[in-house]
């Protein structure tokens, strides 16, 4: 509406959105696996997505935090995921591309393996 913005990586960009929809359905499943009520699916959103996001860089550069702290960023795994779409989407981004890249993937084949083995044991499948 206000400017004109060019997507300067389309692969890349859509290679992330696709990598973050199948990480963040697989951690759905996981989450909705351990959730013994309905409300207890609200708790890993409020608990653990709501402040990854905040610290995770989605609103500054992680460059803009003292040492320490950009250490401890480097730690969460929505910083990789927001930073390989801002490549896609800006050209530019705080963290190496096939860094984001691999370790989404990491997350992605951890959390798939974690998947099928809570469905080979059947925990959390009602009967």
Same mark, same amino acid.
């Given at each position: *509406? *206000?400017? $004109?913005?060019?997507? $300067? $990586?389309?692969?890349?960009?859509?290679?992330?959105?696709?990598?973050?929809?199948?990480?963040?359905?697989?951690?759905?499943?996981?989450?909705?696996? *351990?959730?013994?009520?309905?409300?207890?699916?609200?708790?890993?959103?409020?608990?653990?997505?709501?402040?990854?996001?905040?610290?995770?860089?989605?609103?500054? =550069?992680? =460059? +803009?935090?003292?040492?320490?702290?950009?250490?401890?960023?480097?730690?969460?795994?929505?910083?990789?995921?927001?930073?390989?779409?801002?490549?896609?989407?800006?050209?530019?981004?705080?963290?190496?591309?096939?860094?984001?890249?691999?370790?989404?993937?990491? *997350?992605?084949?951890?959390?798939?393996?974690?998947? +099928?083995?809570?469905?080979?044991?059947?925990?959390?499948?009602? $009967?």
């Amino acid at each position: *509406f *206000f400017t $004109h913005l060019s997507i $300067h $990586h389309w692969l890349v960009m859509l290679s992330v959105v696709l990598l973050t929809a199948m990480l963040f359905s697989l951690a759905g499943f996981v989450n909705a696996v *351990f959730a013994k009520t309905f409300d207890d699916i609200s708790i890993v959103p409020t608990f653990v997505l709501t402040p990854l996001t905040y610290l995770g860089g989605v609103f500054y =550069s992680i =460059s +803009l935090l003292p040492d320490l702290w950009q250490n401890v960023s480097l730690l969460n795994p929505i910083l990789y995921m927001v930073n390989a779409f801002r490549y896609g989407i800006l050209g530019t981004s705080d963290i190496n591309l096939t860094v984001a890249f691999l370790l989404i993937i990491g *997350f992605i084949v951890g959390l798939f393996g974690f998947s +099928l083995y809570l469905l080979n044991k059947g925990i959390g499948i009602r $009967h």
